[in-house]
């Protein structure tokens, strides 16, 4: 096996380009479809700030070295989510990630800030755990990349990750979710923009990428994803892409180039018929939106199992939630 570039020796087949890389010209090939996907997509701007969301796995510790190696200002944040050992371990991995390479970490704990941790959350409102955890990062980021003043949000979805959603999305007919299913979503709304620049590689590439440039990530895989209809996806898709490389990209660039502008209406119909949390200003169906009413459930669940801690509200918190606008769950 030939590196396709050089002729070295290779180290990994790329089935669906149909080429093997050296250990030197794979990584310069992760970073050119990284640089692909944010010109392809318009995701950055030349010296754009940016908040990636870093949760110590392989993902988003990929991404955010290949944005600081390209240039970017790009610092990172992690949520700790208070997942036991799990969280306690990714947590020391993204802190030697950064300490390591002199980069900016900003962390979030959601019990010290809101008086919850996602075991606790899911069991007292009983959704499962993804369903909360969710809620709350989609939250904290969008907060946090506001009040930072950063251009944008970025998250280290994969392409692996782009295609189960989409598939899952698919299979069930979630109009509403397909018309956002795309790599960017602009600022608006108090939103701030998100993109991933990962679309273009799959979880098997970034493993590998972190593997050749010595990223020690966290490889165990939560303990809460047992069970995530996800994970179920990707084990069907991958069996379809081994008996025909390819077959992820295609369907997942197909949709973005003939379908997803079909279903944008129902986005916009659905966010306008939204009104405004009177604590955040989020858009809520009812009063207050589905994480000040997590915030209210789940902080007092942990206060009174813990023996009548003083609950923290979001009002109350450290960093006070100054949306701006109506968000969309998003
Ligand atoms: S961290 Fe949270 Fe994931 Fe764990 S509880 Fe589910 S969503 S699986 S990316
Ligand atoms: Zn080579
Ligand atoms: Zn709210």
Redesign the pocket.
């Known amino acids: 096996m030939k590196c396709r570039v050089c002729r070295g020796p290779a180290v990994i087949d790329i089935r669906r380009h149909n080429a093997n890389f050296c250990g030197e010209h794979f990584v310069r090939y992760c970073r050119q479809q990284v640089e692909r996907a944010i010109s392809d997509h318009k995701m950055l701007a030349e010296g754009d700030s940016v908040l990636v969301a870093v949760?110590g796995g392989k993902d988003s510790l990929a991404v955010w070295e290949i944005l600081v190696d390209l240039g970017y200002e790009a610092d990172g944040l992690y949520v700790g989510?208070g997942?036991g050992e799990y969280s306690d371990v990714s947590l020391d991995h993204v802190r030697r990630f950064a300490t390591e390479r002199s980069l900016t970490l900003t962390e979030i704990d959601l019990v010290e800030r809101y008086g919850y941790d996602?075991p606790t959350a899911a069991a007292k409102t009983r959704r499962v755990?993804?369903s909360t955890?969710?809620i709350s990062?989609r939250h904290v980021f969008d907060q946090a990349t506001v009040e930072g003043g950063y251009d944008c949000l970025v998250t280290g979805h994969n392409l692996d990750d782009e295609v189960a959603v989409l598939y899952g999305n698919v299979m069930r007919w979630q109009v509403e979710y397909l018309g956002r299913q795309r790599p960017v979503l602009p600022a608006g709304r108090g939103f701030p923009r998100k993109v991933k620049p990962l679309v273009k590689l799959s979880e098997r590439e970034t493993a590998a990428y972190c593997v050749l440039q010595g990223i020690d990530y966290m490889v165990e895989?939560?303990p809460?994803?047992a069970g995530?209809k996800h994970l179920g996806y990707k084990d069907a898709l991958n069996e379809l892409e081994r008996q025909s490389p390819g077959t992820k990209a295609n369907f997942y660039a197909g949709f973005l180039k003939q379908v997803v502008h079909l279903f944008e209406h129902d986005d916009e119909s659905i966010d306008s018929a939204l009104g405004h949390c009177s604590r955040c200003g989020a858009p809520a169906g009812g009063e207050i939106c589905a994480f000040c009413h997590l915030v209210e459930r789940a902080g007092s669940a942990r206060s009174e199992s813990e023996g009548g801690e003083q609950p923290v509200s979001v009002a109350a918190g450290p960093v006070p939630v100054t949306f701006s606008g109506t968000q969309a769950q998003r």
């Open positions: 949760s989510l997942i996602i755990p993804c955890c969710g990062k895989e939560c809460m994803a995530n």
